[in-house]
Each structure stands twice: as C-alpha cells, then as structure tokens.
C-alpha cells in the first residue's frame, strides 16, 4: 500500500525536551517536505529535501532540523529552541522539481506540556 | 505578506447545490495551482490542479477556474454532498527552483442538508 507514513500520532514533550517525528514513504519520491499547521492557518514550510542527503530551510526552520540519509525518511526534530512547538506537523513527498503534486501524510500531532 | 489568499473562513451550502470556493494571489511568477481538502486531524488530500496554460480543469463534481488577468481562482462543487464538508486549502507555486507550495489560509464548507 503506498503513501506516506508519519509516527507518532500524538506526542506530548515536556518543555527542555527535543523529540523527532518520523517520516517514511514508498512513493519513490525524490523530494519531501515538512509543513506546520497552526490553528486558523494555512500550512508553512519548515524544511524540505530535494534529494538524499542534501536539504534547505523553508520559512519556519528556526528550532528545528531534519535529516535525509535515505531516500524514504526525512525525520523532524523538534528542539527546545522551538518556541511554539504545538502544532500538527505534516509530512509530505512528490517527484522533484515544480509543478508536482504534493502528497501529505496523515499528520503528527505535538503538544507541548 | 500573503502570496494566497482565501478571504472566506467558512461558507455553508445546501446539500445538492453548488459550492463555490474562491482564492486569490498576488505573485504573477505562480503557474500552478492546487486544491487540497482536509478533515481534522488527518493530512491534506490532493483534489484538483490547474496550469497557467488553462483556464479550466474537470475532474467529476470538482472544476478549477483559473482567471489569470484578475489573479483569481475558484473551485466549484456541483452537486455538493455532506461528505464534502472539510476545510479546502488553495495552493500555488512558481515553476523554476524546487517545488514549494504556498498555501492559503483555508476555508472551512459545511454541507447541510
């Protein structure tokens, strides 16, 4: 069955703590991507990756990081430096270069307490 | 700044009558443009793409109007069904570069019957 697979669904992190979520997916896509949702907004790019071993920062990247060491995973952790890290944080893939559609996986939710 | 816009936080349709999502833009480089449904607590799903190239794309009760000169798309429902209630992001990139989406802030459709 392909798609993209996000772990955990819910996360609780005390604050000082830095936690990763997983991403994994069997499209054989080249690039993935980080989004942010935050209530009453649109979706915010965190980091995305082209292609292994190589990504960039995207609007929000300030206290997080990622890697990209295989193709099929690009973790996010979430770090204590992240001042607002409640969020529901979407992972998402497509072929590289514009004009591909954009597939999302079913979502993390991080609550921080 | 916001490149995307969706001035409607919520619109509420009849079931069986159409719904009529709108989106503006501002950057004149975006030549693809996307819809995305989502239900709460779960990721995006792709519905529907427009390119620059057209003016409108079909896909079953799911059209995409592409107004160019006025920076306006729409997204129009026909006939509208309870399970069409979600929230409907609009998204836009620019060819060249990597593939990133800039997303509208959402509009949330209740279908009632």
């Known amino acids: 069955d392909g798609g993209i697979t996000q772990s955990p669904k819910y996360l609780f992190r005390k604050e000082g703590q830095n936690v990763t979520l997983s991403c994994e997916q069997n499209l054989n896509h080249d690039a993935m991507y980080w989004y942010r949702q935050d209530p009453g907004q649109g979706l915010r790019l965190i980091y995305y990756s082209q292609i292994v071993n190589d990504f960039q920062k995207g609007d929000i990247a300030e206290g997080y990081s990622v890697s990209r060491e295989k193709k099929e995973s690009f973790p996010l952790t979430v770090t204590s430096a992240q001042k607002n890290p409640t969020a529901f944080y979407l992972c998402a893939s497509s072929m590289s270069g514009s004009g591909n559609t954009i597939y999302f996986g079913e979502g993390s939710w991080l609550t921080v307490v | 700044d916001q490149q995307v816009k969706q001035n409607s936080p919520s619109l509420s349709v009849q079931e069986g009558r159409i719904s009529i999502l709108n989106c503006d833009y501002t950057n004149s480089m975006f030549d693809y443009f996307l819809w995305y449904k989502k239900y709460p607590a779960e990721g995006p799903t792709f519905l529907i793409s427009?390119?620059?190239?057209?003016d409108k794309n079909e896909d079953g009760r799911f059209t995409v109007f592409l107004n160019k000169s006025a920076k306006h798309l729409s997204l129009h429902i026909v006939p509208s069904q309870p399970g069409d209630s979600a929230v409907y992001f609009c998204a836009a990139s620019a060819s060249g570069g990597y593939n990133k989406l800039i997303f509208g802030a959402g509009t949330r459709l209740a279908v009632h019957p």
């Open positions: 427009i390119s620059s190239i057209k």
